[in-house]
């Protein structure tokens, strides 16, 4: 059971205290999921980045470099970088914008779509072995419950 949020008050003074805080465990998890996970994601010869990037273009179809940096949680910078690999590999394309000749739209490709498909296993066993044995009432409390904390602090509409 968590204590109540007025009990959590910062700075913590002990460590129940730190590991009842719910960003704190928020980016422990992260932390600990990216590390494995691109781990894992390296030995097929894809970077977490880019797999998070193609994931994006995947669920949304086509996503400015502005929109695939807020959802992939990636520098602009970098999805620049990275979606230009994903262009010259062939995995990926760029069209202008047809309401914006200044907007370019990424979308996967075929190939693209196929290689991310060869990343499900990795990604489906790490979330696999993150949520086994955890009720599926519970797991969908905790997305209902992120979903609504996101909403409320998020910049983007997306």
């Not at 781990?39 to 998070?52: C, E, F, P, S, V």
């Not at 999805?79 to 979308?107: C, F, H, K, W, Y």
């Not at 066993?125 to 009720?135: L, P, Q, V």
Request: proline share 4%; hydrophobic share 40%; glycine share 4%.
């Amino acid at each position: 059971m968590t204590k109540k949020s007025e009990d959590l008050g910062f700075p913590f003074k002990t460590p129940e205290q730190l590991s009842q805080y719910l960003p704190y465990l928020m980016t422990r998890l992260t932390n600990r999921w990216q590390v494995k996970q691109d781990a894992d994601l390296k030995n097929i010869g894809i970077q977490g980045a880019t797999m998070r990037i193609m994931a994006c273009l995947a669920a949304y179809k086509q996503l400015t470099v502005n929109e695939v940096s807020v959802l992939s949680v990636t520098e602009q910078s970098t999805v620049s970088r990275l979606v230009e690999q994903l262009v010259t590999a062939g995995l990926a394309q760029r069209e202008i914008d047809p309401s914006d000749q200044r907007v370019r739209r990424v979308s996967l490709t075929a190939k693209g779509r196929k290689k991310l498909r060869e990343t499900a296993p990795v990604v489906n066993a790490n979330y696999h072995h993150m949520t086994e044995g955890i009720d599926p009432a519970q797991l969908a409390v905790c997305v209902e419950v992120m979903q609504a904390m996101l909403k409320k602090i998020r910049v983007h509409d997306l």
